[in-house]
């Protein structure tokens, strides 16, 4: 019933025709930054109280990095929303072409629980940039922040935006309804079962996915850039959100003579900036908690613990992890780990990590921490993946001028920025002509000088009306 009213209100609210206008969509960006700025205590205290994230974190990840797009998209609105005009072919004059960015209507987000507010906001800032009216449904696993939004985002927004809490049961009944489009963040699992319901109304989907993101280390011989390596890969497996991100580093790819070294310092990182609890966030839930303790209690994998392994199950912590070469057909290396374990996989020459690569599904990233311009070359150009960041990890989630998405397994459509706007609307093509010229040739009856004329006129797309003032025209 809540399902079918929050529908129902919605396509209201989107075929008044109010969504469209530039002032109202400005109005409802506005609001979203309003709601950053006034209930940023609140939200501190939702993702404290879901993953015991720490409110540096918070703000870095979540409330500062929203307000930074929820900016860009206040910026850059007017020129997004404007009409794009197109070349056309020559043969077409007198003529206009332009491609106008049409909403979609009825959008259905769903987002998850590792970054319970951001990944909310980032997709929504595209959809009401877009015109749109949307249900969001937020994960079950961060109750703490999945009320915060269904308390505020009704509260400063202008009817566009619906919040239904609740957890698989309540995604299912979403699903049976028919949707303009469906934004989904998750796992490939129910990204399947999102698309497959999708595909009953031909509704379009965008699936952000999850995967196994490597980092490849190749500065370890070069001493002064091993401290910054470090640093970097650290922050990105043990500084957002306790690894339990889709950007987080998976795992590791390193020459064997170069692993006793890595080992060394990760532990010195560890010990320095991750040790203490309160620096990471702890895992969300006991279900997820008992996943990870399952998965380093099979024995070959608790064989390869070089560093850490310990946990608390009563404050739902692992302790930050490093595995050395786990069997490669164990679920540590088959599965997304989201958590706090970091295997190290040794190679014998750097290079062989494009192989190991290629016999792998489509990460959504590929992390490379290499000055090798061959080694870099040989990565973009052989393997596949969403995106690719040489020598840093996770900073090129907040760089609005770049996609965001995955490929394959790791996803389908991008966002961020005017991704996003693009995400959530129809470029309808406009093409404008007057009744100035008309050239016969196009209609029969049909002769072999016709057929010239339309072999000139392709070959010469461009220019062919050009020919036709030179007399081949008759
Ligand atoms: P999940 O797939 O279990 O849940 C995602 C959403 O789907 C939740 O709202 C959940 O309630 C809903 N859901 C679950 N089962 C459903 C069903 N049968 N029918 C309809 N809806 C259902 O994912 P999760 O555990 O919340 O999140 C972790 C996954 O998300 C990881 O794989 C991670 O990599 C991925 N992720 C991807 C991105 C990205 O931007 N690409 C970001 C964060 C997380």
């Known amino acids: 019933m809540e399902v ?63 307000i930074k797009s929820v900016d860009n998209a206040l910026r850059n609105l007017k020129k997004w929303m404007a009409p794009k005009k197109v070349d056309l072919p020559l ?20 987002s998850t629980w590792n970054f319970p507010i951001g990944l909310s906001f980032e997709p929504l800032i595209g959809a009401i940039s877009a015109g749109n009216v949307v249900v969001m449904k937020p994960s079950e696993l961060a109750s703490a922040s999945s009320n915060f939004l269904a308390t505020n985002l009704p509260k400063y927004l202008d009817n566009s935006v619906k919040v239904i809490e609740g957890g698989p049961h309540i995604g299912e009944q979403l699903l049976k309804h028919k949707w303009d489009k469906i934004f989904f963040t998750g796992s490939s699992r129910v990204g399947r079962i999102v698309m497959t319901a999708a595909a009953k109304h031909l509704t379009p989907v965008s699936l952000e996915l999850g995967g196994k993101c490597p980092a490849i280390i190749d500065t370890l011989s070069r001493a002064r850039d091993i401290e910054v390596t470090i640093n970097r890969v650290a922050g990105a497996k043990w500084g957002l959100c306790g690894g339990q ?65 310990s946990s608390n199950a009563e404050g739902l912590l692992i302790e930050p992890t490093i595995l050395l070469d786990p069997p490669l057909d164990s679920e540590i ?53 969403g995106g690719i960041t040489f020598n840093d990890a996770m900073i090129q989630f907040a760089a609005d001028s770049l996609p965001f998405g995955g490929i394959g397994e790791s996803g389908l459509g991008k966002y961020h920025g005017k991704y996003s706007f693009d995400q959530f609307s129809h470029g309808k093509a406009i093409l404008r002509r007057s009744f100035l010229i008309e050239f016969s040739f196009r209609y029969p009856p049909w002769s072999e000088w016709k057929l010239k004329l339309i072999r000139y006129a392709f070959r010469f797309y461009y220019i062919g009306i050009l020919l036709m003032f030179l007399g081949l025209e008759r």
């Open 245 to 309: 991100a889709c950007i987080a580093i998976d795992y590791l790819l390193v020459e064997e003579k170069f692993a006793p070294l890595l080992v060394d310092r990760l532990k010195a990182k560890i010990k320095k900036l991750y040790n203490d609890p309160e620096n990471t966030a702890r895992i969300v839930h006991g279900q997820h908690f008992q996943r990870l303790r399952d998965i380093l209690n099979d024995p070959a994998v608790a064989a390869s613990v070089v560093y850490g392994g």
């Open 91 to 110: 043969l077409y004059f007198p003529a206009a072409g332009e491609i106008v960015a049409e909403p979609l209507g009825v959008v259905l987000i769903f």
């Open 4 to 66: 079918e009213r929050a529908l129902k209100e919605s396509r209201e609210a989107f075929e008044s025709g109010v969504t469209r206008s530039y002032s109202w969509r400005m109005s409802q960006l506005r609001a979203l930054k309003a709601i950053l700025i006034e209930k940023e205590a609140d939200i501190f205290e939702a993702l404290k109280l879901d993953l015991g994230k720490h409110r540096i974190e918070a703000y870095r990840d979540e409330v500062g990095l929203m």
């Open 333 to 385: 290396m088959r599965e997304e780990i989201f958590g706090p374990m970091l295997p190290i996989i040794t190679l014998k020459k750097i290079e062989d990590s494009i192989e190991f690569l290629k016999a792998r599904p489509q990460p959504l990233v590929i992390y490379a921490f290499t000055v090798d311009e061959r080694l870099k070359r040989r990565i973009v150009e052989e393997t596949s993946s």
